[in-house]
């Protein structure tokens, strides 16, 4: 009997067991449905949500990273071929271009008359809207969903409550209708200052529209932009637009790559003024509607949002590059499997909040995300540094098949001097030895190596790698600062930096003059545990020379206030690249920016200005990448090196990791539609995370056991008093 009932239970818990295991194996601790881990979903995050999804408004990173994948500009960067190459998106070709006089006749290229370039875009025919209740209508053309009542919207908490969707053709005029929402104020679109000088007739239409979009809205009404003409916007026809610009600029076809020019259509803009829709945060900036190859489909910025492959999306095809190319970029060959295969490869996209750094780590780890940045905290336990410099995996990393991408992001982040400072400003020949004194103390080698984890070049010039006019080796080597030696750079000894200093009247950090030490004051908004290290660091560089660094900290709006005033000394700023074009860096020194001048609105916030300069800048904004233009940039590089504005600081490197079942991970730090060239393994991510995450059930078993060896005396001992119980009843009868 008692054999029967512990075999019986032990049978019944190693079933239990079992079914357990075979049940939870693969999601014991896995944030992820079993079935979609073995799918093509990729598995992301996002630390914090992003706040606007409207293109017109949107220009953050997190948000691009978004609707990049949702909105189509005309225009894309190819996603293998480096230097950047622009290919067509949504456009059957390239734009044309045609450059003309002031009455509008057409003229040569190269014309001293030319007034005017107008950019012809032609349009595909074959690219649809996803689907979307905004572009349900009525049979006069109204729209269905565009006057809803209250009883309507009782009912609608989400766009899926809607009962109907439809969708449309890409048409010309949505790219006009793009342009029309950034030129209205109200909508706060940072590169309207941009455009403004460049796209014919956008500065009084902005002024107009303006107005009649605040009278609407006092008004509580919808407005439609559609009626409103950009005289230097035209609508061919369906699938053609012009747009006319301002003199010649082509970096014009850079902005086209941005979501700034995605298509608007007008449904998705009336449908979504609906006051009872917007309090129900259902709005343009929280649900995008655009053609591209993924729809949002949830967006729940405390915990998860969803993209889903859409439907509707056109033909498109993973690029094809030669061999000879490849190799010519270092491209590996495992990225041109895929050539010529129809995107997108992943069918959905799940990112969930991740708030902290290391529960986010150990995720990936775990596999359960797909991909990871390096957070200091996990840099060490992920890449090893060689004596000379080179970045590769620890053993741990690649042990799990874990690979490693990088590469230096087109991006600047430099110490800015004010150049119309008293005391560190000025084009005489002993402020330029100051600054040039300063520049060569700090050790922007040993700043990347103890701050960035190596994670970055020292830079020579404003203009980083990957940008024309950015030379590599002994040409590309800023000359103040560094001697050329042994076929590396060296950068110059201190005692090369003190007799600067003495020169421009200050050995050892004491002025000649006053005999007293010179201070320098250096405004920042930092004022983190981490900032303060940077501090004293900062400081001991300085003090090197002698100099007195006195650290201002303030909030960043009072900063901004000092930079747009010229209340500062000694700063520090970035600039990431809108477009790859050097352009786009030297206008940040361009005399015609500077703040002071500018009533605060010039981004040259050292406000340096050197005639010379400036001439070679206003012939070279203009000019397509040709020597002629390099020998101009390289003499500008000359320039500023010489009167040195800035410490140039360094262009930092971004470094990924990603797991052997996530492939075509490329570095593009201007392509921001990368996400459909990437295809997932599910099969073998699932066989991955079931490897790794095994559950430990031997201390569960012995728990189990331990309370049946507990329980059996206890049963015994009841079996043995029913039956004393019974024995007696047995003989009380008798």
């Given at each position: 009997m008692k054999n029967r009932f512990l075999s019986t239970l032990l049978l019944l818990v190693l079933l239990a067991l079992t079914a357990t295991i075979n049940t939870y194996a693969n999601v014991w601790n896995s944030p992820h449905h079993a079935d979609k881990v073995k799918q093509d979903i990729l598995f992301s995050s996002f630390s914090a949500p992003p706040k606007h999804l409207d293109p017109v408004?949107?220009?953050?990173?997190?948000?691009?990273?978004?609707?990049?994948?949702?909105?189509?500009?005309?225009?894309?960067?190819?996603?293998?071929?480096?230097?950047?190459?622009?290919?067509?998106?949504?456009?059957?070709?390239?734009?044309?271009?045609?450059?003309?006089?002031?009455?509008?006749?057409?003229?040569?290229?190269?014309?001293?008359?030319?007034?005017?370039?107008?950019?012809?875009?032609?349009?595909?025919?074959?690219?649809?809207?996803?689907?979307?209740?905004?572009?349900?209508?009525?049979?006069?053309?109204?729209?269905?969903?565009?006057?809803?009542?209250?009883?309507?919207l009782d009912t609608i908490n989400h766009l899926d409550d809607f009962p109907q969707t439809a969708s449309r053709s890409l048409h010309a005029a949505d790219y006009e209708y793009a342009i029309k929402r950034m030129?209205?104020?109200?909508?706060?679109?940072?590169?309207?200052?941009?455009?403004?000088?460049?796209?014919?007739?956008?500065?009084?239409?902005?002024?107009?529209?303006?107005?009649?979009?605040?009278?609407?809205?006092?008004?509580?009404?919808?407005?439609d932009l559609r009626p409103h003409a950009i005289s230097g916007v035209k609508v061919v026809n369906e699938h053609t637009l012009t747009i006319k610009i301002k003199g010649r600029y082509p970096q014009?076809?850079?902005?086209?790559?941005?979501?700034?020019?995605?298509?608007?259509?007008?449904?998705?803009?009336?449908?979504?003024?609906?006051?009872?829709?917007?309090?129900?945060?259902?709005?343009?900036?929280?649900?995008?509607?655009?053609?591209?190859?993924?729809?949002?489909?949830?967006?729940?910025?405390?915990?998860?949002?969803?993209?889903?492959?859409?439907?509707?999306?056109?033909d498109a095809f993973y690029p094809s590059i030669t061999t000879e190319q490849a190799a010519a970029t270092a491209i590996p060959v495992e990225l041109l499997a895929d050539a010529g295969k129809k995107l997108p490869f992943i069918s959905e996209v799940i990112y969930s909040l991740e708030k902290e750094n290391i529960p986010l780590w150990n995720k990936f780890l775990q596999g359960y995300y797909d991909?990871?940045?390096?957070?200091?905290?996990?840099?060490?336990?992920?890449?090893?540094?060689?004596?000379?410099?080179?970045?590769?995996?620890?053993?741990?990393?690649?042990?799990?098949?874990?690979?490693?991408?990088?590469?230096?992001?087109?991006t600047i982040f430099y110490m800015a001097f004010n150049m119309v400072d008293k005391v560190i400003g000025g084009y005489s020949e002993s402020a330029k030895k100051m600054r040039q004194a300063i520049s060569i103390a700090l050790n922007e080698e040993e700043y990347i190596s103890i701050f960035t984890n190596e994670r970055g070049i020292a830079a020579q010039g404003p203009i980083p790698p990957s940008i024309f006019g950015y030379e590599e080796g002994e040409a590309g080597t800023n000359n103040v600062v560094y001697n050329w030696q042994q076929g590396k750079r060296i950068r110059k000894p201190l005692a090369d930096a003190k007799r600067l200093l003495a020169e421009a009247g200050y050995p050892n950090g004491i002025s000649a003059s006053t005999g007293k030490p010179l201070v320098l004051h250096y405004d920042t908004t930092a004022t983190g545990p981490d900032d303060r290290a940077i501090m004293d660091w900062q400081r001991k560089q300085f003090n090197k020379l002698g100099i007195q660094l006195v650290i201002r900290a303030t909030d960043y709006n009072r900063f901004q206030d000092k930079i747009r005033k010229g209340k500062t000394q000694v700063f520090s700023w970035g600039w990431n690249a809108d477009y790859p074009d050097p352009e786009n860096f030297l206008f940040l020194l361009y005399g015609g920016n500077a703040a002071v001048t500018t009533n605060g609105s010039g981004i040259n916030s050292s406000n340096y200005q050197n005639p010379e300069f400036d001439r070679l800048f206003n012939e070279i904004k203009t000019m397509e990448n040709t020597p002629v233009r390099a020998e101009k940039i390289k003499q500008m590089l000359a320039i500023v090196r010489q009167d040195a504005p800035w410490v140039w600081g360094f262009h930092p490197k971004s470094l990924s990791l990603f797991h052997r079942w996530f492939h075509n991970v490329w570095p593009n730090e201007m392509a921001n539609n990368a996400l459909k060239y990437r295809r997932i393994d599910g099969e073998q991510r699932a066989q991955q995370q079931q490897q790794w995450n095994q559950p430990v059930i031997w201390p569960l078993i012995l728990f189990v056991l331990f309370i049946i060896f507990m329980i059996y005396p206890l049963f015994r001992a009841y079996r043995a008093r029913q039956t004393t119980v019974i024995s007696n009843n047995q003989q009380g009868n008798r």
């Open positions: 408004i949107s220009y953050s990173s997190n948000e691009w990273s978004i609707i990049s994948q949702i909105y189509e500009p005309p225009l894309q960067y190819n996603y293998l071929k480096r230097p950047y190459e622009l290919e067509p998106l949504t456009l059957t070709t390239m734009p044309s271009v045609r450059y003309l006089d002031a009455e509008n006749n057409e003229v040569d290229k190269a014309s001293t008359a030319v007034v005017y370039s107008e950019y012809r875009l032609t349009l595909r025919n074959d690219i649809r809207y996803q689907n979307h209740p905004a572009f349900v209508k009525n049979n006069d053309g109204s729209l269905l969903y565009g006057d809803l009542s209250a009883d309507t030129a209205v104020r109200q909508n706060h679109s940072p590169i309207l200052g941009s455009m403004l000088p460049y796209i014919v007739g956008l500065e009084d239409y902005s002024k107009t529209i303006t107005d009649f979009a605040k009278a609407h809205k006092e008004k509580k009404q919808a407005f014009f076809l850079y902005w086209l790559t941005m979501n700034f020019f995605a298509p608007i259509p007008w449904e998705a803009d009336l449908f979504y003024q609906q006051a009872g829709l917007i309090k129900k945060n259902l709005t343009l900036d929280f649900f995008p509607v655009g053609t591209g190859p993924y729809t949002l489909v949830e967006n729940n910025p405390n915990k998860q949002m969803r993209l889903l492959a859409n439907p509707n999306y056109h991909a990871s940045g390096i957070s200091s905290e996990a840099f060490d336990q992920a890449v090893q540094v060689s004596s000379a410099g080179t970045m590769g995996l620890t053993q741990e990393m690649q042990d799990k098949g874990i690979q490693l991408r990088g590469s230096v992001k087109p």
